[in-house]
């Protein structure tokens, strides 16, 4: 059983900072591509960006791309997301999660990730 557990959610102004990490057990992290995403109060949920299971590549959706940076230590199984300049509208719940395939492509939809964080909330006040 693989358990994910998001952390470093919290309360920011827009234009600040934060750091979420991802901790996963198991010992096959490294085998692979991880997932961001994310649900608003009302909203669906969806994608923030993803990693290879390498690391060497990365994706991102086009309303983070530039302000966002995701990525992984596989040494640690943990992944990461640095949110710079944030903004009102980044507020969410921010969930990690794991692409139901080893060595599979990274994936922007939720029925290609298998398990899932519990998330953590991201607030930005304007």
């Known amino acids: 059983q693989v358990q994910l557990v998001e952390s470093g959610g919290g309360l920011v102004q827009a234009g600040g900072s934060l750091r979420l990490s991802c901790a996963a057990s198991?010992?096959?992290?490294?085998?692979?591509?991880m997932g961001w995403f994310r649900q608003a109060p009302g909203k669906e949920r969806e994608f923030v960006a993803a990693?290879?299971?390498?690391?060497?590549?990365?994706y991102y959706a086009d309303s983070v791309k530039g302000r966002f940076t995701i990525s992984r230590d596989n040494t640690k199984n943990t992944m990461y997301l640095q949110m710079n300049s944030l903004k009102s509208e980044d507020t969410a719940v921010y969930y990690c999660?794991?692409?139901?395939?080893?060595?599979?492509?990274?994936?922007?939809?939720?029925?290609?990730?298998?398990?899932w964080g519990q998330g953590t909330q991201v607030a930005v006040s304007s």
């Open positions: 999660a794991r692409r139901s395939s080893p060595i599979a492509s990274m994936a922007r939809g939720l029925y290609d990730y298998d398990y």
């Open positions: 198991g010992r096959t992290f490294g085998n692979y591509a």
């Open positions: 990693i290879s299971w390498s690391g060497g590549a990365r």
